[in-house]
C-alpha cells in the first residue's frame, strides 16, 4: 500500500543550524502539507503546497520556513535558523484532492531537537 | 478562527465494549467538513470517518460511527466491538469549505484492555 515516507526519523541539531526535513508524498498526489506537534500540544498546521506554490500557511510559517518540491518526488520543509521552540515533531502529509473530500495521508513524523 | 476541542485526554475500555471519544468544535464557516484520525503506536496517522456538515446522516464505517450534532457543534465517534487494535491516539479534526488545513484537536489516548 502507497504511504508517505519521511526521513530521517529523529533529528538533532544545534540552534541556530538549518535544518531540511524530507518527505517523499504518494505518486500520484497533487496536494502537500506539513504540520507539526510540539509535546503535548495540538498538531498544528504549517503549509499546504499545491501546483509548485504554497496555496496557504499559517503564522508560524514564517520567513524561517521554506517548502519546495525540487523534483518529482520529494517535498521539503527548510528552517532556516533553528530555534529551541522548533523542537517539535513534524508530520509531512498528501492527497490526491482537496483536504475536504479526499484523505490526506500522513507519514510517521521526524522528530526534530533543537539543543 | 476554529477550534477542536476534545476534554478526554485518556480513556480506556474493555475489549469487545463500545466506546464513545468526544469532540467538539467551534467555526464560522457554513460548510465544513469534520474527520477522526487515529495514530497507533508508532504509526501513521490515518483517516478513520469523515463527516460533512451540511449532512445530517451520521456517518459509519464498519464499527465507527459518528453522532454529529451541528446546533451543540459535538462530533463524537463511537467505537463498536473494540479490537486491542483499536489502541491508538484519536484525533478530531475540522476544515472549512476552500481551506487546505485541517485543524486538529489534542487527542484522546485510548487503550483496549484484553
Known amino acids: 500500500e502507497p504511504e508517505v515516507t519521511q526521513t530521517p526519523s529523529h533529528q538533532v541539531t544545534q540552534m541556530g543550524q538549518e535544518v531540511i526535513l524530507r518527505c517523499v508524498p504518494i505518486?500520484?498526489?497533487?496536494?502537500f502539507y506539513w504540520y507539526r506537534q510540539i509535546l503535548g500540544q495540538k498538531v498544528e498546521f504549517l503549509v499546504s503546497f499545491y501546483n509548485n506554490e504554497i496555496s496557504e500557511k499559517s503564522e508560524i510559517f514564517d520567513d524561517q520556513f521554506s517548502v519546495e518540491r525540487p523534483d518529482g518526488s520529494n517535498f521539503t520543509l527548510k528552517i532556516r535558523s533553528t530555534k529551541l521552540e522548533d523542537s517539535a515533531m513534524y508530520f509531512c502529509?498528501?492527497?490526491?484532492?482537496?483536504?475536504?473530500?479526499?484523505?490526506?495521508?500522513f507519514g510517521q513524523g521526524t522528530r526534530l531537537t533543537v539543543v | 478562527a476554529q477550534t477542536v476541542t476534545q476534554s478526554q485526554p485518556e480513556m480506556s475500555v474493555q475489549e469487545a465494549e463500545t466506546v464513545t471519544l468526544s469532540c467538539t468544535y467551534d467555526t464560522s464557516e457554513s460548510n465544513y467538513y469534520l474527520f477522526w484520525y487515529k495514530q497507533p503506536p508508532s504509526r501513521q496517522m490515518i483517516l478513520v470517518i469523515r463527516?460533512?456538515?451540511?449532512?445530517?446522516q451520521n456517518a459509519t464505517e464498519n464499527r465507527f460511527s459518528v453522532n454529529f450534532q451541528k446546533a451543540a457543534k459535538s462530533f463524537s465517534l463511537k467505537i463498536s466491538d473494540s479490537q486491542l487494535g483499536d489502541t491508538a491516539m484519536y484525533f478530531c479534526a475540522l476544515t472549512g469549505a476552500g481551506s487546505y488545513q485541517l485543524t486538529f484537536g489534542k487527542g484522546t489516548k485510548l487503550s483496549v484492555i484484553p
Open positions: 502529509a498528501s492527497s490526491d484532492g482537496w483536504v475536504g473530500t479526499t484523505e490526506a495521508f
Open positions: 463527516q460533512e456538515a451540511y449532512k445530517q
Open positions: 505518486s500520484n498526489h497533487l496536494y
